[in-house]
Protein backbone atom coordinates (compact mmCIF):
# COMPACT_ATOMS: atom_id res chain seq x y z
CA UNK A 1 0.00 0.00 0.00
CA UNK A 2 1.55 3.40 -0.79
CA UNK A 3 1.43 5.48 2.61
CA UNK A 4 2.17 9.00 2.68
CA UNK A 5 2.00 11.75 5.14
CA UNK A 6 -0.37 14.80 4.08
CA UNK A 7 1.27 18.15 4.32
CA UNK A 8 -0.78 21.40 3.12
CA UNK A 9 2.50 23.75 3.38
CA UNK A 10 1.19 28.03 2.76
CA UNK A 11 4.11 30.55 1.60
CA UNK A 12 4.31 33.60 -0.05
CA UNK A 13 4.58 32.69 -3.67
CA UNK A 14 7.87 33.85 -5.42
CA UNK A 15 8.14 36.20 -7.95
CA UNK A 16 8.97 33.38 -10.44
CA UNK A 17 6.70 30.74 -8.67
CA UNK A 18 4.72 30.53 -12.27
CA UNK A 19 7.18 29.98 -13.81
CA UNK A 20 8.70 26.81 -11.56
CA UNK A 21 5.27 25.73 -11.33
CA UNK A 22 4.42 25.55 -15.15
CA UNK A 23 7.90 24.49 -16.05
CA UNK A 24 9.23 27.64 -18.17
CA UNK A 25 11.38 27.59 -15.62
CA UNK A 26 12.87 24.06 -15.67
CA UNK A 27 14.78 22.99 -12.87
CA UNK A 28 18.14 21.19 -12.75
CA UNK A 29 17.14 18.51 -9.92
CA UNK A 30 14.27 16.48 -12.30
CA UNK A 31 14.24 13.12 -12.32
CA UNK A 32 11.69 12.77 -14.78
CA UNK A 33 9.87 13.74 -17.65
CA UNK A 34 7.46 16.51 -17.60
CA UNK A 35 5.22 15.19 -20.32
CA UNK A 36 2.82 14.19 -17.32
CA UNK A 37 2.45 17.28 -15.17
CA UNK A 38 -0.63 19.36 -15.26
CA UNK A 39 -0.76 23.11 -14.98
CA UNK A 40 -4.03 25.50 -15.20
CA UNK A 41 -5.12 28.90 -14.53
CA UNK A 42 -8.34 29.58 -13.29
CA UNK A 43 -8.13 33.46 -12.69
CA UNK A 44 -8.40 35.54 -15.80
CA UNK A 45 -5.50 38.48 -14.61
CA UNK A 46 -2.48 37.44 -16.45
CA UNK A 47 -0.15 37.68 -13.19
CA UNK A 48 -0.09 37.79 -9.16
CA UNK A 49 0.40 41.41 -9.29
CA UNK A 50 -3.01 42.27 -11.14
CA UNK A 51 -4.52 39.97 -9.10
CA UNK A 52 -3.47 41.73 -6.09
CA UNK A 53 -4.10 45.30 -7.52
CA UNK A 54 -7.93 43.94 -8.62
CA UNK A 55 -8.13 42.74 -4.76
CA UNK A 56 -6.96 46.09 -3.94
CA UNK A 57 -9.47 48.03 -5.62
CA UNK A 58 -12.34 45.60 -5.50
CA UNK A 59 -11.18 46.83 -1.10
CA UNK A 60 -11.50 49.95 -1.57
CA UNK A 61 -14.92 49.69 -3.37
CA UNK A 62 -16.50 47.53 -0.70
CA UNK A 63 -15.41 48.75 2.24
CA UNK A 64 -14.39 52.52 1.66
CA UNK A 65 -10.99 52.63 2.29
CA UNK A 66 -7.68 51.76 1.17
CA UNK A 67 -6.70 48.15 2.22
CA UNK A 68 -3.57 48.10 4.64
CA UNK A 69 0.08 47.59 3.73
CA UNK A 70 0.23 44.74 5.60
CA UNK A 71 -2.04 42.65 4.11
CA UNK A 72 -1.44 43.26 0.75
CA UNK A 73 1.88 40.59 0.74
CA UNK A 74 -1.26 37.99 1.73
CA UNK A 75 -3.72 38.65 -1.34
CA UNK A 76 -2.02 35.59 -3.22
CA UNK A 77 -0.78 33.04 -0.74
CA UNK A 78 0.87 29.25 -2.98
CA UNK A 79 0.44 26.17 -1.08
CA UNK A 80 2.54 23.04 -1.63
CA UNK A 81 0.51 19.79 -1.01
CA UNK A 82 1.37 16.50 -1.12
CA UNK A 83 -0.33 13.55 -2.94
CA UNK A 84 -0.45 10.01 -4.43
CA UNK A 85 0.03 9.11 -7.86
CA UNK A 86 -3.27 8.70 -8.52
CA UNK A 87 -4.57 12.49 -7.15
CA UNK A 88 -5.45 14.48 -9.95
CA UNK A 89 -6.96 18.26 -10.65
CA UNK A 90 -10.53 17.15 -9.51
CA UNK A 91 -9.27 15.77 -6.26
CA UNK A 92 -7.82 19.14 -5.71
CA UNK A 93 -11.10 20.90 -6.88
CA UNK A 94 -12.73 18.65 -4.26
CA UNK A 95 -10.74 19.36 -1.24
CA UNK A 96 -10.44 23.35 -1.76
CA UNK A 97 -14.75 23.06 -2.31
CA UNK A 98 -14.68 21.14 1.48
CA UNK A 99 -12.26 23.92 2.85
CA UNK A 100 -13.97 26.48 1.30
CA UNK A 101 -17.62 25.35 2.89
CA UNK A 102 -15.78 24.15 6.47
CA UNK A 103 -14.68 27.63 6.97
CA UNK A 104 -17.39 29.98 5.20
CA UNK A 105 -15.18 31.32 2.44
CA UNK A 106 -12.00 32.16 1.10
CA UNK A 107 -9.59 29.22 -0.77
CA UNK A 108 -10.40 30.70 -4.21
CA UNK A 109 -8.26 28.85 -7.02
CA UNK A 110 -6.43 31.00 -8.85
CA UNK A 111 -3.34 28.56 -10.48
CA UNK A 112 -2.98 24.91 -10.14
CA UNK A 113 -0.06 22.42 -10.82
CA UNK A 114 1.08 18.76 -10.19
CA UNK A 115 4.38 17.85 -10.39
CA UNK A 116 4.96 14.34 -11.12
CA UNK A 117 8.78 14.96 -12.42
CA UNK A 118 10.63 15.14 -8.48
CA UNK A 119 12.30 13.02 -6.35
CA UNK A 120 15.29 11.25 -5.61
CA UNK A 121 16.76 7.48 -5.97
CA UNK A 122 17.58 4.80 -3.18
CA UNK A 123 19.87 2.64 -3.77
CA UNK A 124 20.21 -1.64 -2.89
CA UNK A 125 21.11 -0.68 0.70
CA UNK A 126 18.58 1.63 0.97
CA UNK A 127 21.29 4.82 0.77
CA UNK A 128 19.37 7.91 -0.54
CA UNK A 129 20.74 10.04 -3.54
CA UNK A 130 19.67 13.46 -4.64
CA UNK A 131 19.90 14.41 -8.32
CA UNK A 132 22.26 17.53 -8.98
CA UNK A 133 23.52 16.85 -5.36
CA UNK A 134 24.72 13.23 -5.15
CA UNK A 135 24.38 12.34 -8.63
CA UNK A 136 24.76 14.09 -11.92
CA UNK A 137 22.44 13.52 -15.16
CA UNK A 138 24.28 13.16 -18.68
CA UNK A 139 22.10 14.48 -21.50
CA UNK A 140 24.47 12.47 -23.90
CA UNK A 141 23.79 9.13 -22.64
CA UNK A 142 20.91 9.63 -20.40
CA UNK A 143 22.56 8.29 -17.42
CA UNK A 144 22.97 9.24 -13.96
CA UNK A 145 27.22 9.42 -12.65
CA UNK A 146 28.44 10.02 -9.34
CA UNK A 147 30.79 13.01 -10.50
CA UNK A 148 30.05 15.75 -12.35
CA UNK A 149 32.41 15.06 -15.08
CA UNK A 150 30.48 11.58 -15.80
CA UNK A 151 33.01 8.71 -14.98
CA UNK A 152 31.74 7.46 -12.17
CA UNK A 153 28.68 5.44 -13.28
CA UNK A 154 25.67 4.26 -11.02
CA UNK A 155 24.58 1.19 -12.50
CA UNK A 156 26.20 -0.83 -9.90
CA UNK A 157 24.10 1.22 -7.52
CA UNK A 158 20.90 -0.37 -8.80
CA UNK A 159 18.81 2.88 -8.14
CA UNK A 160 15.40 3.16 -7.92
CA UNK A 161 13.37 6.08 -8.69
CA UNK A 162 11.27 7.85 -6.10
CA UNK A 163 8.82 10.63 -7.18
CA UNK A 164 8.03 13.57 -4.73
CA UNK A 165 4.11 13.70 -6.84
CA UNK A 166 3.26 17.07 -5.32
CA UNK A 167 0.69 20.35 -6.06
CA UNK A 168 1.43 24.20 -6.01
CA UNK A 169 -1.88 25.92 -6.25
CA UNK A 170 -1.80 29.67 -5.57
CA UNK A 171 -5.10 30.85 -4.08
CA UNK A 172 -6.26 33.59 -2.58
CA UNK A 173 -9.23 34.37 0.61
CA UNK A 174 -10.39 37.90 -0.42
CA UNK A 175 -13.96 37.18 -0.97
CA UNK A 176 -15.20 38.83 -5.03
CA UNK A 177 -18.55 39.69 -2.50
CA UNK A 178 -17.23 41.79 0.64
CA UNK A 179 -13.70 42.90 -0.70
CA UNK A 180 -12.46 41.19 2.61
CA UNK A 181 -10.20 38.34 3.51
CA UNK A 182 -11.31 35.20 5.75
CA UNK A 183 -9.42 35.11 8.72
CA UNK A 184 -8.80 32.08 10.41
CA UNK A 185 -7.48 31.42 13.61
CA UNK A 186 -4.77 29.15 14.97
CA UNK A 187 -7.56 26.03 16.05
CA UNK A 188 -8.51 26.85 12.22
CA UNK A 189 -5.05 25.49 10.79
CA UNK A 190 -5.30 22.62 12.78
CA UNK A 191 -8.39 22.00 11.57
CA UNK A 192 -7.35 22.84 8.14
CA UNK A 193 -4.80 19.93 7.78
CA UNK A 194 -6.97 17.11 9.45
CA UNK A 195 -9.50 18.33 6.48
CA UNK A 196 -6.75 18.03 3.77
CA UNK A 197 -5.95 14.47 5.06
CA UNK A 198 -9.47 13.14 5.52
CA UNK A 199 -10.25 14.52 1.80
CA UNK A 200 -7.20 13.27 -0.23
CA UNK A 201 -7.55 10.15 2.20
CA UNK A 202 -3.43 10.40 3.34
CA UNK A 203 -2.38 9.97 6.83
CA UNK A 204 -2.86 12.58 9.42
CA UNK A 205 -0.02 12.56 11.98
CA UNK A 206 1.63 15.51 12.89
CA UNK A 207 4.94 15.25 15.45
CA UNK A 208 5.20 17.51 18.42
CA UNK A 209 7.51 19.49 16.16
CA UNK A 210 4.97 19.78 13.73
CA UNK A 211 5.34 23.41 13.21
CA UNK A 212 8.93 23.46 11.90
CA UNK A 213 8.63 22.18 8.28
CA UNK A 214 11.80 20.52 6.87
CA UNK A 215 13.73 22.43 4.25
CA UNK A 216 14.61 19.73 1.05
CA UNK A 217 17.85 21.12 1.77
CA UNK A 218 17.52 19.82 4.96
CA UNK A 219 16.12 16.53 4.38
CA UNK A 220 19.11 15.49 1.69
CA UNK A 221 21.64 16.67 4.65
CA UNK A 222 20.20 14.34 6.73
CA UNK A 223 20.32 11.33 4.08
CA UNK A 224 23.72 12.67 3.11
CA UNK A 225 24.53 12.30 6.70
CA UNK A 226 23.82 8.90 6.84
CA UNK A 227 25.02 7.80 3.29
CA UNK A 228 28.42 8.97 4.73
CA UNK A 229 28.56 6.67 7.24
CA UNK A 230 27.90 3.73 5.22
CA UNK A 231 30.93 1.65 3.69
CA UNK A 232 31.29 2.30 -0.10
CA UNK A 233 32.39 0.26 -3.20
CA UNK A 234 35.21 0.95 -3.02
CA UNK A 235 36.14 0.18 0.65
CA UNK A 236 34.41 -2.91 0.16
CA UNK A 237 36.88 -4.04 -2.91
CA UNK A 238 39.70 -3.05 -1.19
CA UNK A 239 38.64 -4.85 1.93
CA UNK A 240 38.71 -8.07 -0.57
CA UNK A 241 42.08 -7.27 -2.55
CA UNK A 242 44.72 -9.32 -1.18
CA UNK A 243 47.22 -6.59 -2.39
CA UNK A 244 46.62 -2.73 -2.43
CA UNK A 245 48.40 -0.80 -4.80
CA UNK A 246 49.55 3.06 -4.50
CA UNK A 247 46.76 4.05 -7.34
CA UNK A 248 44.36 2.19 -4.78
CA UNK A 249 44.80 4.14 -1.84
CA UNK A 250 44.90 7.63 -4.10
CA UNK A 251 41.46 6.30 -4.86
CA UNK A 252 40.49 5.94 -1.88
CA UNK A 253 41.75 8.90 -0.53
CA UNK A 254 40.02 10.68 -3.16
CA UNK A 255 36.35 9.56 -1.96
CA UNK A 256 37.04 10.21 1.28
CA UNK A 257 38.10 13.83 0.34
CA UNK A 258 34.99 14.06 -1.74
CA UNK A 259 32.70 12.98 1.54
CA UNK A 260 34.60 15.81 3.08
CA UNK A 261 33.65 18.28 0.99
CA UNK A 262 29.85 16.85 0.70
CA UNK A 263 29.54 17.44 4.30
CA UNK A 264 30.11 21.12 3.95
CA UNK A 265 31.38 21.66 7.35
CA UNK A 266 34.81 20.48 6.72
CA UNK A 267 38.15 22.64 8.28
CA UNK A 268 41.30 23.08 6.98
CA UNK A 269 42.53 21.08 10.06
CA UNK A 270 40.42 17.76 8.85
CA UNK A 271 41.60 18.05 5.36
CA UNK A 272 45.20 18.09 6.68
CA UNK A 273 44.44 14.76 8.97
CA UNK A 274 43.29 13.04 6.15
CA UNK A 275 46.71 14.09 4.07
CA UNK A 276 48.81 12.64 6.82
CA UNK A 277 46.51 9.60 7.17
CA UNK A 278 46.93 8.43 3.81
CA UNK A 279 50.60 9.61 4.19
CA UNK A 280 51.03 7.39 6.89
CA UNK A 281 48.88 4.56 4.91
CA UNK A 282 51.65 4.68 1.94
CA UNK A 283 54.10 4.30 4.06
CA UNK A 284 52.69 1.00 5.82
CA UNK A 285 51.80 -0.33 2.41
CA UNK A 286 55.28 -0.26 1.46
CA UNK A 287 55.98 -1.69 4.56
CA UNK A 288 53.27 -4.71 4.05
CA UNK A 289 51.67 -3.46 7.30
CA UNK A 290 48.79 -1.46 5.69
CA UNK A 291 45.00 -2.31 7.06
CA UNK A 292 42.00 -0.64 5.53
CA UNK A 293 39.90 -1.05 8.31
CA UNK A 294 42.17 0.89 9.99
CA UNK A 295 42.15 3.34 7.59
CA UNK A 296 38.07 3.63 7.34
CA UNK A 297 38.37 3.83 11.37
CA UNK A 298 40.26 6.66 11.62
CA UNK A 299 37.92 9.06 8.81
CA UNK A 300 34.88 7.44 10.42
CA UNK A 301 36.09 9.53 13.63
CA UNK A 302 35.95 12.77 11.58
CA UNK A 303 32.79 12.01 9.84
CA UNK A 304 31.35 11.59 13.11
CA UNK A 305 32.60 14.65 14.63
CA UNK A 306 31.24 16.24 11.61
CA UNK A 307 27.80 15.07 11.52
CA UNK A 308 27.69 15.56 14.97
CA UNK A 309 28.02 19.23 14.54
CA UNK A 310 25.93 19.07 11.86
CA UNK A 311 23.33 18.05 13.76
CA UNK A 312 23.49 20.74 16.88
CA UNK A 313 23.44 23.52 13.81
CA UNK A 314 20.41 21.79 11.95
CA UNK A 315 18.42 21.80 15.55
CA UNK A 316 19.35 25.57 16.09
CA UNK A 317 18.10 26.65 12.58
CA UNK A 318 15.09 24.29 12.73
CA UNK A 319 14.46 26.97 15.60
CA UNK A 320 13.74 29.32 12.80
CA UNK A 321 11.61 28.65 10.90
CA UNK A 322 9.14 27.81 14.32
CA UNK A 323 9.81 31.71 15.47
CA UNK A 324 8.65 32.55 12.56
CA UNK A 325 5.68 31.15 12.31
CA UNK A 326 5.10 32.28 16.25
CA UNK A 327 5.96 35.73 15.23
CA UNK A 328 3.37 35.25 12.23
CA UNK A 329 0.12 34.49 14.33
CA UNK A 330 1.14 37.12 16.99
CA UNK A 331 1.16 39.93 14.13
CA UNK A 332 -2.55 38.25 12.89
CA UNK A 333 -3.74 38.37 16.22
CA UNK A 334 -2.68 41.49 16.97
CA UNK A 335 -4.10 43.12 13.85
CA UNK A 336 -6.88 41.57 14.90
CA UNK A 337 -7.10 43.17 18.33
CA UNK A 338 -6.24 46.43 16.83
CA UNK A 339 -8.93 46.01 13.91
CA UNK A 340 -11.39 45.40 16.34
CA UNK A 341 -10.32 48.34 18.40
CA UNK A 342 -10.69 50.83 15.76
CA UNK A 343 -14.19 49.71 14.91
CA UNK A 344 -15.50 49.85 18.59
CA UNK A 345 -13.56 53.19 18.52
CA UNK A 346 -15.14 54.26 15.41
CA UNK A 347 -18.63 53.59 17.01
CA UNK A 348 -17.90 55.04 20.26
CA UNK A 349 -17.51 58.05 18.86
CA UNK A 350 -20.25 58.31 16.39
CA UNK A 351 -22.45 57.07 19.39
CA UNK A 352 -20.52 60.16 21.19
CA UNK A 353 -21.55 62.66 18.71
CA UNK A 354 -25.40 61.24 18.31
CA UNK A 355 -26.08 62.09 21.82
CA UNK A 356 -24.32 65.30 22.47
CA UNK A 357 -26.11 66.56 19.11
CA UNK A 358 -29.73 65.26 19.68
CA UNK A 359 -29.96 65.60 23.87
CA UNK A 360 -27.09 68.29 24.33
CA UNK A 361 -24.76 65.92 26.60
CA UNK A 362 -21.52 67.19 26.63
CA UNK A 363 -18.91 65.44 25.62
CA UNK A 364 -16.22 65.27 28.40
CA UNK A 365 -19.00 63.66 30.61
CA UNK A 366 -19.84 60.90 28.53
CA UNK A 367 -16.19 60.01 28.39
CA UNK A 368 -15.28 60.25 32.00
CA UNK A 369 -18.37 58.22 32.60
CA UNK A 370 -17.57 55.49 29.90
CA UNK A 371 -13.85 55.15 31.14
CA UNK A 372 -14.85 54.74 34.33
CA UNK A 373 -17.33 52.14 33.21
CA UNK A 374 -14.33 50.16 31.97
CA UNK A 375 -12.03 50.95 34.72
CA UNK A 376 -9.77 52.94 32.74
CA UNK A 377 -7.57 56.02 32.95
CA UNK A 378 -8.13 58.53 30.55
CA UNK A 379 -5.87 61.18 29.63
CA UNK A 380 -5.33 61.91 25.96
CA UNK A 381 -9.08 62.71 24.73
CA UNK A 382 -11.25 61.32 21.67
CA UNK A 383 -10.68 62.40 18.52
CA UNK A 384 -13.89 63.20 16.44
Do not use: C
Not at 162 to 188: A, V
Amino acid sequence: MYKRKSSFSIRTPKSRSSQHNNRTDKPKYLIAGSQDNFYKKYSNYENDKQYSEYAQELYKAKVGQKMQEKQKPKIVEEVVISLKPHHNENDLLNLFDTLREKFGGGFKILEMSIHRDEGHFIDKNGLTYYPNTDIFFNEADNNWYLDKNFTKSTKELELNKILNIHSHIKFTHISDDTGRKLRMQKKDYIKMHQIVANTLKMNYAPSKNSKIRRSVREIKAYHQANRLKNLSILENLLNEKEKISKKDLAKLKKEYREKLIATEKASKEDYNKLHQLFKNAEEQRVQGLLDIQNIKIEFSKTIDKLNKLGEENNNIYNLVPYLENEIKILEKENQKLKDDNLWLEDKLNKAMYILNKEFGLELKYLEEAYYQANNKKYSNGMKL
